[in-house]
């Protein structure tokens, strides 16, 4: 399981101190509003350092709700998915700025719109990026396929289609 901490510090000052106190997650509100002496949904904190597997979902002003969230989806994927959801995110932090990502991304969230245009996401929280999530589950089921895939011989990964009953892959 990877360490998953933040260190919160207040934007308020006591006596021209500020306060900061690091955080395991999932972060307890009550212990939270104690130790900073403000309010989780007050705003006047900021993250500042984060040790995080999912680290670009969380900014300085990621709430402690949202920091609870993720962490809790983040905890509900295998071992696996997290080991692949990990190695993914290095993949595609070598994307970042260029043509392939942008195409990628693109090719994303068009492909939602597309296939979800029925659904009605009204149930979920409003902070809640469905579109992320889906992003998210297409690069963990892409990567969980690519190293797979990767394991076997030059000849068999191109004799052997994805989604036969022959393929080890699948």
């Not at 360490?3 to 510090?9: A, D, G, I, K």
């Not at 130790?35 to 350092?49: C, F, N, T």
């Not at 993720?70 to 993949?91: A, G």
């Not at 996401?121 to 797979?148: A, H, N």
Request: glycine share 4%; aromatic share 12%.
């Amino acid at each position: 399981m990877q360490e998953t901490r933040v260190l919160v510090e207040t934007r308020r000052t006591t006596d021209e101190e500020t306060i900061s106190y690091g955080f395991e997650l999932p972060i307890d509100v009550a212990e939270f509003e104690e130790k900073l002496g403000v309010g989780a949904e007050s705003g006047d904190y900021r993250i500042i350092e984060k040790v995080l597997p999912y680290a670009d979902e969380v900014h300085e002003h990621t709430s402690v709700y949202q920091l609870n969230e993720l962490d809790f989806m983040y905890r509900q994927l295998s071992s696996d998915m997290q080991e692949e959801y990990v190695s993914l995110l290095t993949v595609f932090k070598n994307l970042e700025g260029s043509k392939s990502e942008e195409y990628v991304n693109n090719a994303i969230y068009n492909s939602f719109d597309i296939y979800f245009k029925n659904i009605d996401f009204t149930p979920f929280k409003e902070e809640i990026d469905v579109k992320k999530i889906y992003q998210m589950m297409l690069w963990l089921s892409e990567g969980c396929i690519f190293r797979k895939n990767r394991a076997l011989a030059p000849h068999e990964r191109s004799a052997v289609p994805l989604g036969t009953d022959h393929c080890p892959v699948c």
